[in-house]
């Protein structure tokens, strides 16, 4: 092989973590992940939705912007792409407050030098009644959707990689991920926190399908556990950690039924995947979908 040919793969890691409503430990969590995500190779590291904290929506946007600076800073300091999965965030990305006491749902990218890349709040906000202990699930109640598609530039190995952003109830619309596309996505993140039910049925159909209908590597860092409230209730979340190539393809996986002691001492698990952007280009090629369109 010729070491002066250039590399065009991007080393993707996704992040599964059991976040608790202990935001202080979910960060030293996260902080570990990324610290051995760097030493395996990685380039662009994806976070679960809800990584600080799983519930206590409002006492967490109340420190979206601490919270924010300490994952830039991971960033900074492992020079790496960190995607963070989501924050509570009290105000909208031109800075004015959400009305009606509501939130946005934050996902955000920094750069390796610490700096915010891009922001995207969430568009498609979940609701949907599930035969599980919570029954009924309406996140509009809370949030406030974005209105805004994010494409944001990943540079590694001398190319830039376009990132498209989603978070977890985005997965069951096609036309978002078809739109990324169009706006010249390479990849998409999909950090997520499914219920157990919902994510047995449907997590990794939905995966495949996204990265089918967009011809782009998927990646689904994800919530997966029990998680307790304060008020005693349980939320199951399935995990299933998984990244898909652009023709389907599941690359790597993370099966929750083979925890291994050192994944549970760790609280967390990485699954990787290069996104190998000439092969990708090819296979785009051959099946030329997006010049085919007519009801898109």
Known sequence: MDNNLPNHKLTVAAVQMNSQQDVDANLATIKSAIEEACAQGAQLIVLPENCCSMGRQFATAERFESLSATLADY??????????GSLPCSYRP???????????QVSQLFGPDG???ARYDKIHLFTAT????????NEAATFEPGMQTVVAPVEANDSVYQLGMMV??????????????QAGADLLSAPSAFTYLTGQAHWSLLLQARALDSQCMVIGAAQGGDHAYKN??????WGHTAITDFNGTVKDCYDNSHLDNQTQDKNYALVFADLDKPAQEQGRQKMPIFQCHRLA
């Open 75 to 84: 960033a900074r300091t492992n020079r790496v792409y960190l995607l963070v």
């Open 168 to 181: 977890c109830f985005d997965l069951r619309f096609p036309a978002l991920a078809q739109r990324l596309r």
């Open 115 to 117: 700096t915010q890349v």
């Open 94 to 104: 031109d800075g004015v407050v959400v009305p009606d006491g509501r939130l946005r």
């Open 130 to 137: 599930v035969a599980d202990k919570q029954g009924s699930y």
């Open 232 to 237: 005693g209730n349980i939320r199951q979340t």
